[in-house]
């Protein structure tokens, strides 16, 4: 049962419908209009949550991940190599096309992360579950102030559902959500928006 509760939490509360919903969140917050929000959210979401995940699920089907959220850390360096391209485009384009500062930003402290996670693939496989909870409970916290901080309350239990499920050792899993957390923060006072 506990296996099962863990698995349930991992598979709802993984990286990409976590970025997906803060990606909403916060085009709702920065723009004018409903059109306005939409129009950001699609270009965000196909310049980021959208291929990735795309590109991933192709790889399953082809049967060179061995899942969606993939184990080993060879699996995992072509889709940090994907991301990394991704989120540098996904800046670029950002930029170019004069978005909401905090969505630039966003993608900012999104490609600083992923060259940092990268980087620290090759020697250990740090948690990109608790990763993504944390950055997401930091940004909306840092943006809505504390009406958002109850999405900290997620985090322990991504960090137990991994493991729980012992994909993680505990050291992984506060890895990942100090990191994230400290990338977020660090980019946006960076660019004064907090």
Same mark, same amino acid.
């Given at each position: ?6 698995? +349930?939490?991992?598979?709802? +509360? ?35 949550? =959208?291929?990735?995940?795309?590109? =991933?699920?192709? +790889? ?15 699996q995992r360096k072509l889709i940090y190599i994907i991301a990394t391209v991704l989120a540098v485009i996904g800046c670029g384009v950002m930029w170019? +096309? ?44 840092? =943006? ?10 997620? /985090? ?22 100090? /990191? ?15």
């Open positions: 049962m506990r296996q099962r509760i863990a698995r +349930l939490i991992s598979n709802i +509360l993984n990286p990409f419908l976590v970025s997906l919903i803060t990606i909403v969140l916060l085009v709702w917050h920065t723009t004018s209009s409903p059109a306005s929000a939409f129009k950001w959210a699609a270009i965000a979401l196909v310049l980021s949550v =959208i291929p990735i995940f795309g590109f =991933i699920i192709f +790889l399953v089907w082809r049967k060179k991940l061995d899942s969606i959220f993939p184990e080993g850390q060879d170019y +096309l004069n978005a909401p500062e905090l969505l630039t930003f966003s993608f900012i402290a999104g490609l600083v992360a992923v060259i940092i996670f990268m980087a620290i693939n090759v020697y250990w496989k740090i948690s990109l579950h608790t990763a993504f909870i944390s950055a997401a409970a930091m940004v909306l916290t840092l =943006i809505f102030g504390a009406k958002a901080a109850w999405v900290f309350v997620l /985090l322990p239990l991504v960090a137990w559902s991994r493991l729980e499920l012992k994909l993680h050792t505990p050291a992984q899993v506060v890895a990942g959500a100090v /990191l994230a957390a400290a990338i977020v923060t660090g980019v946006l006072r960076g660019f004064g928006v907090v």
